[in-house]
């Protein structure tokens, strides 16, 4: 399949960056937990997580992507106090890189305390719509005043503690796509500009593995509401799951033995008109899009 022709025509805000998808980006992880389900614990102290920031941009990460609660299946939440000690202080060196910096939060109180500290996109698993907020704020407030940030939606079913255990039914792509319609729209209803908005539909969140490639074989659907479209599928379990013979493998499938799905996965993303791909393994997956790049000048 062929790049659909808009992919050329998008362009991403995110606060002090406005991003040209003539060409895919690279979203790198940095994950600042000791319960990630793919690398828990490797980046969780702060200078770890400093140093890891460093050697994504080396290896060539167009963004950094930094979260300080996992949102595995069955994950708890955490403390507001707890995230922002993690993340502030990897956020406020990664703001003085030259990239845009990225937040993986959904609490209102996070976000807030991460763009007044620099950062450029929040990530939100909830897609703005989590109400736990003491204060009643939302995310859609923070991010509404804060007027040039990024902010990337992305559809979960359910939630974290119970996304696995009851997945979605029925076909997956009209119903996620509809979500993410209702959701932006939302959005710019309310005065955020169209440019600022980049939508993920959720790989791994409450969906079947049948469910999941079916995002990818028809994730060009998603290209038609026009905004930036994320993909990431970076050592999540679908991938493990058709290249196992055993299930029980899947969970403890070492990092090393996802890599190769997982560069194919975002790989494959791009062919389909992802614009974003956010993954772990930067320097292997940014090597792979050289090649197709190659390739694509080609045709």
Not at 20 to 30: A, E, R, S, W
Not at 59 to 76: F, M, V, Y
Not at 113 to 141: F, M
Request: aromatic share 4%.
């Amino acid at each position: 399949m062929k790049i659909p022709k808009n992919v050329n025509e998008v362009e991403w805000q995110t606060g002090r960056f406005r991003l040209d998808l003539n060409t895919p980006k690279v979203m790198g992880i940095v994950n600042v937990t000791p319960d990630s389900f793919s690398d828990g614990g490797q980046h969780a102290s702060r200078d770890a997580a400093l140093a890891h920031c460093d050697r994504l941009l080396k290896g060539g990460a167009d963004i950094l992507d930094i979260g300080g609660e996992s949102t595995r299946p069955g994950a708890q939440e955490l403390p507001v106090a707890e995230e922002l000690e993690r993340v502030l202080p990897v956020v406020r060196h990664a703001v003085t890189l030259g990239v845009p910096i990225s937040v993986d939060t959904y609490k209102p109180q996070v976000m807030q305390a991460a763009l007044d500290s620099g950062a450029d996109i929040i990530n939100d698993v909830w897609a703005l719509r989590w109400t736990g907020d003491p204060s009643g704020q939302t995310g859609a407030d923070v991010v509404r005043q804060h007027a040039n940030c990024g902010v990337c939606l992305m559809h979960m079913h359910r939630n974290p503690q119970t996304m696995q255990s009851a997945p979605m039914e029925g076909d997956v792509v009209p119903q996620v796509l509809s979500f993410l319609e209702q959701l932006t729209q939302h959005l710019q209803g309310l005065g955020v500009d169209s440019a600022r908005i980049c939508i993920d539909p959720g790989i791994g969140f409450g969906k079947t593995v049948q469910q999941n490639f079916t995002l990818l074989a028809q994730q060009a659907a998603f290209l038609t509401l026009g905004y930036a479209v994320m993909a990431g599928w970076s050592r999540k379990s679908p991938l493990a799951a058709v290249t196992q013979r055993l299930l029980s493998t899947v969970a403890t499938l070492d990092m090393r033995d996802r890599l190769v799905p997982s560069v194919t996965a975002a790989l494959l993303a791009v062919q389909n008109g992802a614009h974003v791909v956010r993954v772990h393994d930067v320097k292997e997956t940014v090597q792979a899009l050289k090649v197709f790049s190659a390739m694509q000048q080609q045709c």
